[in-house]
C-alpha cells in the first residue's frame, strides 16, 4: 500500500512538472507556485473513497491506473511474487492443462511481481477491460499482432529483458522473469503511459449473501494435478486460502498469504486452434457460472459488460464483498466441486 502511494504521488508530480514546463517561466505567477507549491489536501469525504476494484475504504487518494501482469503457474515458478497484492487475479488455460494468471494490481502495488509469462490474446481482452498497462515477457502470434498494433498500452519483456525486466538467479528460464513497481513506473515514463487515469469501479456490498454452504472449493483444471486449485474458507476472517497442488499460495518474499472475498467460475467455449495447443476462448457469449462469497456460492450466470465478465443472477448484477477476487475461466463446469 505505502510503495503504491508513493507511486501516485510520484506520478501526480511528474504530471504537474510536465505541464510546468511546457508554459513560460518568467511569469511571477509560476515562480511563486515553484517557491511555495500549495498542499494536496485529502479529497472531501475520504473516509468514504473505496478502491475501485476491491471496495476496500479508504482515507488515501484512490486514483491511479490498473496495471495487468501475466504471471506464471508452472511449479518451477512457486511460489509467485506479488500475488497477495493483486486485487483481481484471473486463472486461465494456455496451452494444455496448464494453467496462467492474470493479475490486475491498482489498491496495492507490490516491490517485485514474477514470474512473468507470455501473452494470449484472451488476457489482453481482459486487461483491456480494465483500461490496464499491460506487461508480459513473450507473447502468441495473435497476441503479438494485438500487441503491435497498439490495442493497449504495453511493455514487453521481449524488448526489455535485462532492463526493466530482470532475471533471477535462483531459477532457470523461461520461469525466472521479474519486473518491480520502480521499473514498470520508469516503463510506464519512457513510453509516455499515463498512471494516473482510474478504472471504473466494480459493484460491492457488505451484505450476507445466501446460498449452498461452500466451506471447500476445487477446480480441477488437470484432474488434481498440479495446476487444480483448492480453497479453504475462514469464518474468523471471511475469507478463503487458496492452495495449489497440497500447497497455500503465499508470496515469495514475505510468505504472506493469498486472502479472497470473491471467487467468481465462468464456464466458456475453448477451442484449440493450432498444433501448439494454442486456444480460442469466448469471453463474450455470457454462459454458467458461480460466485462463492462468505461461505456459500450460488449458481448464476455471467456477461460481458463493457469487456469485463461480470456476475448476473435473473438479470440484475451480483454485488462482489469488499476484498480481492480470484476468477476462473473454465472448459466445463465438471471440473468444479464443493466437496472434499
Not at 484471473?90 to 507490490?110: D, K
Not at 471447500?216 to 474458507?233: C, I, L, N, Q
Not at 514475505?254 to 480460442?280: Q, Y
Request: glycine share 8%; charged share 25%.
Amino acid at each position: 500500500m505505502q510503495y503504491r502511494k508513493m507511486l501516485v504521488t510520484s506520478m501526480i508530480c511528474f504530471a504537474f512538472l510536465l505541464g510546468a514546463c511546457s508554459k513560460t517561466t518568467t511569469e511571477q505567477p509560476i515562480q511563486e507556485e515553484e517557491k511555495n507549491p500549495p498542499k494536496q489536501e485529502e479529497a472531501p469525504n475520504a473516509e468514504q473513497e473505496s478502491f475501485p476494484l476491491t471496495g476496500v475504504k479508504t482515507s488515501e487518494s484512490v486514483e491511479g491506473r490498473a496495471i495487468a501482469v501475466m504471471v506464471n503457474n508452472h511449479p518451477d515458478a512457486r511460489p509467485q511474487s506479488g500475488l497477495a497484492e493483486a486485487d483481481i487475479v484471473y486463472e486461465l488455460l494456455a496451452e494444455g492443462n496448464v494453467t496462467r494468471f492474470l493479475a490486475i494490481y491498482q489498491s496495492e502495488w507490490p516491490e517485485i511481481i514474477g514470474p512473468v509469462r507470455s501473452a494470449r490474446d484472451y488476457y489482453i481482452n481482459l486487461a483491456l477491460g480494465y483500461d490496464s498497462l499491460f506487461l508480459a515477457h513473450g507473447y502468441s502470434p495473435d497476441a503479438q499482432e494485438m500487441l503491435l498494433s497498439g490495442v493497449i498500452d504495453q511493455i514487453n519483456g521481449m524488448q526489455y529483458d535485462g532492463t526493466l525486466f530482470k532475471r533471477a538467479d535462483f531459477r532457470k528460464a523461461p520461469h525466472n522473469s521479474y519486473i518491480s513497481a520502480e521499473s514498470i513506473q520508469e516503463g510506464a515514463e519512457k513510453l509516455g503511459y499515463d498512471l494516473i487515469r482510474t478504472p471504473d469501479g466494480l459493484s460491492f456490498s457488505d451484505e450476507a449473501p445466501t446460498g449452498e454452504q461452500a466451506d471447500y472449493v476445487k477446480v480441477a483444471y488437470d484432474g488434481g494435478g498440479p495446476f487444480t486449485a483448492e480453497y479453504m474458507y475462514d469464518e474468523a476472517e471471511q475469507t478463503y486460502a487458496r492452495y495449489s497442488a497440497g500447497e497455500q499460495t503465499k508470496n515469495l518474499e514475505t510468505e504472506a498469504p493469498i486472502a479472497l472475498s470473491n471467487i467468481l467460475i465462468f464456464e466458456t467455449v475453448h477451442r484449440v486452434i493450432d498444433d501448439a495447443g494454442r486456444k480460442a476462448i469466448d469471453l463474450t457469449s455470457g454462459g454458467r457460472a458461480y460466485v462463492v462469497q462468505k461461505g456459500v456460492y450460488q449458481e448464476i450466470e455471467w456477461k460481458n459488460q463493457d469487456g469485463r465478465l461480470l456476475p448476473f443472477a435473473d438479470g440484475t448484477l451480483v454485488q462482489l464483498t469488499p476484498g480481492k477476487t480470484w476468477i476462473h475461466i473454465v472448459p466445463d463446469m465438471n471440473i468444479v466441486s464443493f466437496e472434499k
